[in-house]
Structures are given as C-alpha cells and as structure tokens.
C-alpha cells in the first residue's frame, strides 16, 4: 500500500516570494508518478506538476519545481515568484502505474499575503 | 482535451430520497473512473474504481448498496447515493486517466456538493 504524506497542514508566504511545500511518500514498487494538485476554492483540481520516478531530472513547469529524492522518498514543490492566485489547497498525491488510482496526502493549505 | 463534466454541481435533497451524480468524459472514452469523497477541510478519499461494462471495485468501509456505481458506457459514469442521510453530505469526485497519447495524468470532474436535510 502506498502513503502520501504531507508534514505542513498550513503555509504563508508574501508574494513574489518563494516557497516549498513538503511531502513524503511511501510506497515498494519501483515504477511510479508522483504529482502536485492544487484546490482552488472552487474546488476544481489543477494538476500542477508531474514527476515519473525512473526521471532523475526535476520536473518544471514555469514558477513551479519539485525536489525529488527518490532514495528519500521526497517529493517538495517549490512555488517561485507566488501570486495571490496561488492561494489554495495543495495536495501531493502518488499512482504506482497506469491504471492505478491517486492515493492523496492531507493536503497543505498555501495563502499568500499580498 | 481530457475533459470530465460533472453534474449536478450542487444537490440539496430530502433524507431518504436517492441522488444521481454523473460524470461524463466529453472528448475522450475513459474505460476507468474513480470517485473520491472530500470532506470539509480534508482531503479526497477513493471511495470505488468503475470499470466500463463491469462491476465497480469498492474500497474497504463503503458501503456498496448506499452507493451505486455504473459505468454503463464509455463516456458515463454516475454514482447514485440511495436513501441519503444527514452523514452522507459531502463533497464527491470523479477522476478519469488522461487518454492514451497524453502524458500520464488524472482529469478531474468539478465536484458535486451533497446536502441532505
């Protein structure tokens, strides 16, 4: 079985500046995706970034970047630049293969002050 | 493409009457649909994996009669809540695989809010 955890159940961070939200996974297959959803208030989820594990290479996307160590398995997402649209629920969420469903982390709630 | 559209978006019904959730892939056939229940503050739960012409897979502590799950087709998947109490209003999910083609990834339906009175 797989665990998805997340250490910070709450996180500030001025705009345009940077943070990094945590998240620790656990799981024994060797094959796996990891991804960053935000939850707008909306609630709609928003995949913000993937990571395929066999890739050693950080996952970018613009003001988005993700630490992955796999032998710790680690899995930060840092937000450069944040804007007061980045406010939101973030969830860290682990799949073992295709196919497979999502298993979530607690989610860590992001607000950005302006 | 990959788009999920879920209805209602809201629901308010009476305790036990049923309510129909469903969930269509509008540009693609999705074999597999998950639904996941969110409750307050809190974060989504797998409650069943639908499978397309077969029977749903249901995770441990769902209830399988309170939560009917059909997946009649390949661009509809409706989760049926019978005879709703006060306990089931919650925040549901639907969740397909993007289709092959794409990078590997999940689609997400924009939820349905459950109120039973």
């Known amino acids: 079985a797989q665990t998805v955890t997340q250490s910070q159940p709450e996180m500030s961070v001025q705009e345009a500046e940077t943070v990094t939200l945590s998240c620790t996974y656990d799981?024994?297959?060797?094959?796996?995706?990891l991804f960053w959803y935000k939850q707008p208030p909306s609630r709609q989820m928003i995949l913000v970034i993937r990571?395929?594990?066999?890739?050693?290479q950080n996952a970018t996307e613009n003001r988005f970047s993700v630490n992955f160590q796999k032998a710790a398995k680690s899995f930060s997402l840092k937000i450069s630049d944040s804007q007061l649209g980045d406010a939101a629920m973030y969830f860290c969420?682990?799949?073992?293969?295709?196919?497979?469903?999502?298993?979530f982390g607690g989610g860590t709630r992001l607000m950005v002050k302006p | 493409g990959a788009v999920v559209s879920q209805h209602p978006s809201w629901v308010i019904c009476k305790s036990g009457t049923s309510v129909k959730i469903e969930c269509r892939s509008l540009?693609?056939?999705?074999?597999?649909m998950f639904w996941y229940r969110q409750f307050p503050k809190q974060s989504l739960m797998l409650m069943a994996t639908s499978n397309e012409g077969s029977k749903a897979t249901y995770e441990q502590g769902v209830e399988k009669d309170k939560f009917l799950i059909n997946h009649a087709s390949l661009t509809l998947s409706t989760l049926t809540v019978t005879s709703a109490h006060p306990e089931d209003s919650s925040f549901y999910i639907c969740?397909?695989?993007?289709?092959?083609?794409?990078?590997?990834?999940?689609?997400f339906g924009s939820g349905t809010r459950l109120t039973v009175v």
């Open positions: 990571q395929e594990a066999y890739k050693q």
């Open positions: 969420a682990s799949t073992i293969n295709a196919g497979n469903m999502l298993t």
């Open positions: 969740s397909a695989h993007f289709p092959p083609g794409q990078e590997y990834g999940y689609t």
């Open positions: 540009d693609f056939q999705a074999t597999t």
């Open positions: 799981t024994s297959e060797s094959d796996y995706y």
